[in-house]
Nanobody, 123 residues
Framework: QVQLVESGGGLVQAGGSLRLSCAAS????????MAWFRQAPGKEREFVAT????????YYADSVKGRFTISRDNAKNTVYLQMNSLKPEDTAVYYC????????????????WGQGTQVTVSS
């Protein structure tokens, strides 16, 4: 069982930066691939970024590639999402998720989800 708690969301102007954190409970965090998804009002949840259990492999959605960076600290049971050059279209609730089967962009493979943190980018 893994419990995930996101933090770091907020209101930022376009072009600004935010760093999201996702703290995981349990002693098996290092066995899970982790990911960030987001859901904007009236839209379906979409993949943002994922990182393998060791941190050696990452994948990004084309819409955030070059602007966002996913990382993890297995000693701290935490995964991060550094978001730079934010755009109004990045406004969404951001969720972290854990997957015991390996890094994937498909949400249905993720076993555990956090409650989400709101990111709002003003123009």
């Amino acid at each position: 069982q893994v419990q995930l708690v996101e933090s770091g969301g907020g209101l930022v102007q376009a072009g600004g930066s935010l760093r999201l954190s996702c703290a995981a409970s349990g002693r098996t965090f290092s066995r899970y691939a982790m990911a960030w998804f987001r859901q904007a009002p009236g839209k379906e949840r979409e993949f943002v970024a994922t990182i393998s259990s060791s941190g050696s492999t990452t994948y990004y959605a084309d819409s955030v590639k070059g602007r966002f960076t996913i990382s993890r600290d297995n000693a701290k049971n935490t995964v991060y999402l550094q978001m730079n050059s934010l755009k109004p279209e990045d406004t969404a609730v951001y969720y972290c998720a854990a997957n015991s089967n390996g890094a994937t962009t498909t949400s249905r493979w993720y076993n555990y989800w956090g409650q989400g943190t709101q990111v709002t980018v003003s123009s």
